[in-house]
């Protein structure tokens, strides 16, 4: 029962993701991966049947980082619809939930990358400063979290 919360619907899929946002310094800590290295997206994955959003999202900052963080609260549940582009589910229509959780950070954290993409790429950490060019995902973040606040809030994106 270790399965990633991928399903089969129709000709696409359903994704339940769990998200790290991650902040130390005014700096935000995004992904990134050989494949797409001008892209950056959040630190997290699907979530697993049988787990819940704060256990997968406790698990995945420790594969990605090395380091077991607190979750502080979920900030953020984005919505989103896009195509695949990764085999075996490229050009797919995926419906994608993503619960983004406040990560505590301590003063010492110095993440340290050793995870891989699911077609087996190296993925790398980076800090990520509010007025950094680089494209990141989601989009939002780059307003959203200049001013973080405990109020749960909703985002649906549709890039079909």
């Known amino acids: 029962m270790n399965k990633d919360m991928c399903v089969p619907c129709g000709d696409g899929l359903i994704n339940i993701r769990a998200g790290a946002i991650i902040l130390k310094d005014g700096k935000l800590l995004m992904v990134g991966s ?3 290295p001008e892209y950056q997206y959040s630190v997290g994955g699907r979530i697993k049947f049988g787990e819940t959003a704060e256990e997968a999202v406790i698990r995945e900052v420790f594969e990605e980082t090395g380091v077991r963080l607190d979750i502080d609260w979920l900030g953020l549940i984005h919505e989103n619809y896009f195509y695949g582009d990764a ?6 229509t995926i419906y994608e939930i993503s619960f983004y959780f406040y990560m505590k950070v301590p003063d010492d954290f110095v993440p340290i990358s050793s ?3 699911e077609d ?6 980076r800090w990520i400063a509010p007025d ?5 995902f989601p989009e939002f973040f780059r307003t959203e979290l200049l001013n973080p606040s405990i ?6 994106s549709d890039d079909r």
Do not use: M
């Open 34 to 36: 050989s494949k797409y």
């Open 87 to 92: 085999a075996p589910n490229f050009g797919k």
């Open 115 to 117: 995870s891989f993409t």
């Open 120 to 125: 087996d790429r190296k993925e790398h950490l």
């Open 132 to 136: 950094d060019p680089v494209r990141y």
């Open 151 to 156: 109020e749960l809030k909703h985002f649906i």
